[in-house]
């Protein structure tokens, strides 16, 4: 089988389709680019051959390129990655620049052949770099349906043409959302934005666009920028409208990107420095850009955690050896806003719901926050009153045990309290199937220990959701000491079921996230009781990736949370407890000041909630010292106090699989996406310096960055992460 096939209808119309067999949606390899070509040269040169039309066998278009291809080629390279990229590059903008060229005389710009692009359905990346090099584009009328070009969000940037074709196209300013921001639309709204040209009905599709071969002119696919006398809409870089619009897109990336993601700022240096020559020398330029981009180490590192490690991890990379464990009615436990939320994410999936609280007003509350998330999408047009009926109508909200009779999945979600999950574990138990998997959604109580309650610890497991349920994309599946394999499979079904994306770590204090979350807090306000200016922590923070100031982080979560947590971990330790920052969250807990939800904390913030910024009443309790660290020196205080936590936890066998270490620390609580994780940026470091700066701080400020065992070893071999356990496999033996 091969990846595209060509018929030639007697009509003249030969129909290109793309139906990569093996897989689900069509991705394209080296080797079917260079079949494409071949396709195209015979129908140009046939001249019984009028036009073309080149379309899916799918329901989908296109994914885009397959991102190992770009790793093999680099890989391959030798000493020079750099000209192997950068030709592979130049080959597929020769290929589709003949695709758009079609034959057409260079002088007069006629005699060339009609191609259109029939979109079956969703399109990206290079998908949506092939469409654009066609004539003309339509599109299946699907509201689900997307069309985009995303590779913004996994670090690199539109390289196939469609950076120089979409800007030239729409202008600058118009393309930024597409490009700059990864933006998919819909069919209709991607009409608007010039991505296709025509909305049909999915049934008129090919016929469609063969009617349009067969009646365009030479006039009809002659693009603008091949034209005499075109000129960049917008306004080129020189002229005065161009020059704002190039001003405000800098302003606008490094304001969004505080300078730590090169793929946005090479974007917009091709558009840019292509907008200032001829088309073919442009293409030139965004392909010596793109090279840029993949040699950098942030590119790579984010293209393997959030594509490659996410999506095996997302197919089940280490799911037990189990039959299949499909979800089909679960039970919630505790109507909160939690509980509330993991109903709807699983109603939502197609699965029966069964959500109970103790008071049937709270249940009731409980399905209502689906309601209004439903209503919410469909103000938007995303949800229609059928899909919301359906919806609603898989969730029952009852006080009432007896209703959990045949639930397979038990997910329990009242209060953080030992005693009181284990009086509903023994209440569940009593009426749901014997082989009946029971999950608890904790943040920090063992998982073992809660398991005493049941009478099947081997079936029981944790599953830690984070809040809120419905936006955030990572799920902390916990494994307790005694919990089996059909537990696990069964906890990774259902994420995979609700569209999430799963890690397993086994069982320890604060599990894999909150583990090292929590350090990167305590370090942010440690340095405020030192006198180091709170504004420097945040933008230090910031501006090394993280989303949010670990003082910003501390108010959205509440210092009254911190100070209970406080309060359990200091039991649970005794002597070994560091009670460094417990006087700063106290005295804040003690003045009132819980964070956002009491409009004061770290911040101030007005009536309405709004934050004003840092609260000034700080340095009265904690003098700004006069002489403040460097940058960088803040920078890597706090993002150490969460790596090396990573790396403790990769040591402990708490986490197992690096992967899943990098993954879940990007979704989970939004750790420097550029680096590809707390792993993935040790690498970039290396281990040598990375076990040097151990050192340093250790010796500056005390031995919670004491160099891991691990890691020195690593430093000392020349070892990387990804080429030690990149494989998923533990081979700390190596």
Excluded at 551 to 561: A, P, R, V, Y
Excluded at 668 to 680: T, V
Excluded at 705 to 725: D, H, I
């Amino acid at each position: 089988m091969t990846d595209f096939t060509m018929e030639k209808g007697a009509d003249g119309v030969a129909v290109i389709t793309w139906d990569v067999k093996a897989k689900s949606m069509n991705v394209l390899t080296r080797e079917a680019f260079a079949l494409v070509e071949a396709l195209v040269d015979d129908a140009l040169a046939d001249p019984a051959v009028k036009g073309i039309v080149l379309t899916s066998g799918k329901d989908s278009f296109a994914g885009g390129m397959d991102l190992n291809t770009l790793a093999t080629i680099r890989d391959a390279a030798g000493d020079d990655p750099a000209q192997a990229l950068f030709d592979f590059t130049m080959n597929g903008h020769r290929i589709l620049r003949k695709l758009e060229r079609a034959g057409m005389d260079p002088k007069t710009n006629k005699g060339g052949k009609p191609v259109a692009c029939a979109i079956t359905g969703t399109c990206m990346g290079i998908g949506t770099e092939i469409a654009l090099a066609c004539h003309r584009r339509f599109m299946a009328d699907n509201p689900k349906a997307r069309i985009g070009l995303p590779e913004i969000l996994v670090g690199i940037f539109p390289g196939g043409g469609g950076t120089t074709r979409y800007s030239r196209m729409v202008g600058a300013m118009a393309a930024a959302p597409v490009l700059l921001e990864g933006k998919t639309l819909d069919p209709k709204k991607a009409k608007g934005a010039q991505l296709i040209d025509e909305v049909v009905p999915a049934d008129e599709l090919v016929a469609r666009a063969k009617d349009w071969v067969l009646s365009a002119t030479d006039a009809d696919i002659v693009k603008p920028w091949d034209q005499k006398g075109w000129k960049m809409p917008g306004g080129a870089p020189y002229h005065p409208a161009g020059f704002m619009t190039f001003v405000g897109a800098s302003a606008m990336i490094n304001g969004k990107t505080k300078g730590v993601y090169p793929a946005a700022k090479a974007l917009l240096s091709a558009v840019y420095e292509g907008a200032l020559v001829d088309f073919d020398t442009a293409l030139r330029i965004e392909a010596r850009w793109f090279t840029n981009v993949l040699l950098n180490p942030s590119s790579s590192a984010m293209i393997r955690s959030l594509f490659i490690n996410k999506q095996a991890l997302e197919k089940g990379a280490n799911r037990p050896a189990v039959a299949d464990e499909t979800v089909r009615k679960v039970g919630i436990l505790g109507a909160g806003m939690m509980g509330a939320g993991i109903a709807y994410v699983s109603a939502n999936a197609g699965i029966e719901v069964v959500l109970i609280d103790a008071a049937q007003d709270a249940a009731d509350r409980g399905k209502g926050y689906s309601e209004g998330l439903l209503d919410k999408g469909m103000k938007r047009g995303k949800v229609t009153a059928e899909k919301k009926a359906e919806v609603l109508g898989r969730i029952t909200a009852t006080t009432d045990y007896a209703a959990l009779a045949g639930c397979d999945l038990i997910v329990e979600a009242v209060f953080e309290d030992p005693g009181v999950k284990a009086e509903v574990t023994k209440k569940v138990l009593a009426v749901v199937p014997a082989d009946c998997i029971f999950a608890t959604n904790t943040s920090t109580l063992p998982i073992t220990e809660l398991a005493r309650a049941s009478d099947k610890p081997d079936q029981f497991i944790g599953i830690h959701f984070f809040s809120p349920v419905d936006k955030m994309a990572l799920v902390e599946i916990i494994r307790g000491k005694a919990t089996g394999d059909r537990a696990v499979a069964k906890a990774l079904d259902y994420v995979r079921q609700i569209r999430k994306t799963p890690i397993v770590v086994n069982d320890a204090r604060f599990f894999y996230a909150n583990r090292c979350i929590i350090p990167y807090i305590n370090e942010g306000i440690r340095m405020v009781k030192e006198g180091v200016a709170p504004a420097l922590i945040e933008n230090a923070a910031k501006l090394v990736g993280m989303p949010l100031g670990p003082l910003q982080l501390t108010d959205e979560t509440s210092l009254d949370l911190g100070a209970k947590i406080a309060k359990a971990t200091k039991a649970a330790m005794g002597a070994a407890y560091d009670d460094t920052v417990d006087e700063v969250i106290f005295g804040m807990v003690d003045a009132g000041r819980l964070g956002r939800k009491s409009n004061a904390g770290f911040y101030a913030y007005d009536a309405t909630g709004k934050r004003e910024g840092l609260w000034d009443g700080l340095a009265d309790h904690y003098p700004v010292k006069a002489e403040q660290p460097e940058l960088v020196e803040v920078q890597h205080r706090l993002l150490f106090a969460q790596v090396l936590e990573a790396v403790r936890a990769l040591e402990e066998d708490v986490l197992l699989d690096i992967r899943e270490g990098d993954v879940g620390a990007i979704l989970g609580w939004g750790f420097a996406p550029w680096s590809g994780g707390p792993f993935s940026w040790l690498d970039i470091l290396g281990t040598p310096y990375a076990a040097e700066r151990c050192d340093a701080l250790q010796a500056a400020y005390g031995d919670r960055f004491a160099c891991p065992a691990l890691l020195r070893e690593m430093a000392e071999k020349g070892q990387s992460f990804y080429g030690r356990f990149g494989t998923g496999v533990d081979s700390r033996a190596a």
